[in-house]
Every structure is written in C-alpha cells, then in structure tokens.
C-alpha cells in the first residue's frame, strides 16, 4: 500500500530511495500496480456505460503487426521520452526528452493530428524549457501531476468529439492520467527503463484483449 500513497505524494519516493531492494518486493508492487490501474480503467468505462456519456473513439488499433509495433514498443519509448524522462533532471533526461519531442512534432504534423496533441505537448514544452534553462525551483509533486495531465490530455486526439460529450472524455482521459501518475512512480523509484517496460506491458496486455475479444 505504501506505493499507492506515493502516487498520491511522489516526493515520498525519493525519501525512500536508499533503501533496500528485491525483485520480490519489485515484482509485488508491479502486479499491484497493474491491478490498481485496470480497476480504475474498468471503473471508468463503467461510469461511461451507466450514464450514458457519449464517448466514442474512432483511432482504434487495427489488427495488423505496424498497429502492434506502434502501440507495444515505439508508443511506450517516446511518450516516457517526452512525459517521464523529464522528472529527473539529468544530462540523458534532456537528450531522451528532446528526441522524444522531435518524434512527437514530425509524427502530428505528417498525420494532421488534433489540436490537443500540440497544445499538450507545447505547454510540456515551455515546462521544461523554463525548468532546464532557467533552472526555476520547482516541488516535484506539482510536476508529476502536470505530467500525467499532459499525458491524458494529448490523448483526446483518440476522440471524435462529433460524438463525445465533455463528461466522456473526462471519464476516457482520467485513467490515462491515473496511469500517467503510476508510470511517475516507476520512473521515479525505479528507472526510466522500467517504466518504459511497464507501459508497453499494459499496451501489450491491452491490445491482446482487443485481439482475441
């Protein structure tokens, strides 16, 4: 439960970076993690169903292997590039963040993408450029919550809002950034690398649900 609280207050986790760890206690936080993120996804599409909201989403996968390859590997990479790299501040922090940001800015300007797409990663943008550059004081908290809204919010190019209520893309979005916060929380107790894994496990366990459903 303790990893559950550092979602809420991240600034925990680096009080607790210097103490022990195993791939026992690693592997139970990861499957509790998962668990808590899919009971809040599930919990989502139910409130979504029940009243009614108007959510549809037109950019579903397709089932093909670039469909694959772009969810479950290149998707993971670049979004905890652009998203969780940031969080700590480091030289490799930035290199990750900059190519993940030229990544994004080439693919949604070749695919027209919505306007939230550029809007999201554009504030992300002056974040950063504000906290590397003129190295502003910043409480980490704040910042991984900006994060997981960011991350949620580019999101809402997924929707075709000819069909969506505003409370349906509230109710699409809000587990996308709940899982932004646990995506934080792995990068910050763990590695970048980690999290990275974990994101493209959850798309993979996803897409094959869509797969076989």
């Not at 919990?43 to 959510?55: K, T």
């Not at 993408?113 to 004081?137: D, E, P």
Request: with cysteine; proline share 2%.
């Amino acid at each position: 439960m303790g990893f559950l609280v550092s979602i809420i207050n991240p600034k925990k986790i680096v009080n607790q970076l210097n103490e022990k760890y195993n791939y026992k206690k690693y592997f139970i936080d990861l499957l509790f993690l998962s668990i808590t993120v899919c009971l809040v996804t599930f919990l989502s599409i139910f409130i979504a169903n029940h009243w009614q909201l108007e959510l549809r989403q037109v950019r579903f996968p397709q089932k093909n292997i670039s469909y694959f390859l772009m969810g479950v590997v290149v998707a993971p990479i670049i979004e905890e590039f652009v998203f969780r790299a940031p969080l700590k501040r480091t030289k490799i922090s930035f290199w990750c963040f900059g190519f993940g940001l030229i990544y994004f800015s080439i693919r949604f300007l070749s695919k027209n993408h919505s306007i939230y797409g550029f809007l999201g990663i554009g504030t992300l943008s002056l974040v950063l450029v504000l906290l590397y550059r003129c190295k502003i004081h910043f409480k980490l908290n704040g910042l991984v919550y900006l994060s997981a809204l960011l991350f949620g919010f580019v999101h809402l190019q997924n929707l075709d809002f000819d069909y969506t209520s505003a409370f349906g893309a509230i109710a699409y979005i809000f587990p996308i950034c709940f899982g932004g916060l646990v995506l934080s929380s792995i990068r910050l107790k763990y590695s970048l690398l980690a999290a990275i894994l974990f994101h493209s496990l959850h798309n993979l366990v996803g897409y094959a649900l869509f797969l076989f459903g």
